[in-house]
């Protein structure tokens, strides 16, 4: 079955730094990658969209990779601050429906 | 203000009772979904819907149930079916349906069943 894989374990990296979450899907060829960030108590809020023909997406600090070869998307932070810190979600997109991960915490730390 | 909006916040209900839980937009969306979160299990769709008056299953639709009379509404019915209804639950929606469409989420309703 179709599976979205995060590190479950909190990345936790020192303010300024830029922090690197992964992303990794099996038995699903995803046309679309999608990243939202979440905080405790709240919805989810949609951060960046990539293309599987994309090889690379940026908004202000944030970049986004998808190789559709190793079957993974990476998502970076630079100069990272502590507002940054947060539960970040991947999701492929379907058709009709969107898949999400578990999610990663990150903890910036000043 | 454009947007979506959940209420209650908080929920809390006796084991064997129904329980709605309320989703509007003003977005002016099509697409409309219901998602639960639990500790460590990331979001798990309950119920979507691509138009009004339809409406399919997600991956655990069981002991839940939905309807979509109005395009700005899709509330979310927890029966007494659920057998473990403690959860965050999520509304959202979309332009259209589809991965290509960012989805824009609520505040969440936190059902605690006594």
């Known amino acids: 079955s179709q599976k979205i894989e995060q590190n479950s374990e909190a990345l936790n990296i020192q303010e300024g730094k830029t922090a690197t979450l992964t992303c990794n899907y099996t038995n699903y060829s995803p046309a679309y990658l999608q990243w939202y960030r979440q905080d405790p108590g709240r919805g989810p809020v949609f951060l960046l969209l990539?293309?599987?023909?994309?090889k690379e997406k940026r908004k202000e600090r944030l970049k986004v990779t998808f190789d559709t070869t190793l079957k993974q998307s990476l998502f970076h932070i630079t100069a990272s601050q502590p507002a940054d810190s947060a539960t970040y979600l991947c999701a492929f997109g379907g058709y009709q429906k969107v898949t999400f991960g578990t999610g990663t915490k990150l903890q910036v730390i000043p | 203000d454009g947007g979506i909006t959940q209420s209650p916040k908080y929920l809390f209900r006796k084991e064997g009772q129904n329980v709605t839980l309320s989703c509007e937009q003003n977005l002016n969306h099509d697409a409309m979904y219901w998602y639960r979160q639990d500790p460590g299990q990331g979001l798990r769709l309950i119920y979507y819907s691509q138009i009004v008056n339809d409406f399919q299953k997600g991956d655990i639709a069981e002991g839940y149930s939905v309807s979509r009379e109005k395009k700005e509404s899709f509330p979310l019915t927890v029966t007494s079916a659920q057998k473990n209804p403690t959860a965050f639950y999520l509304c959202a929606s979309s332009i259209l349906a589809g991965g290509h469409n960012e989805q824009f989420f609520g505040p969440g309703t936190r059902l605690t069943v006594l």
């Open positions: 990539i293309r599987e023909n994309e």
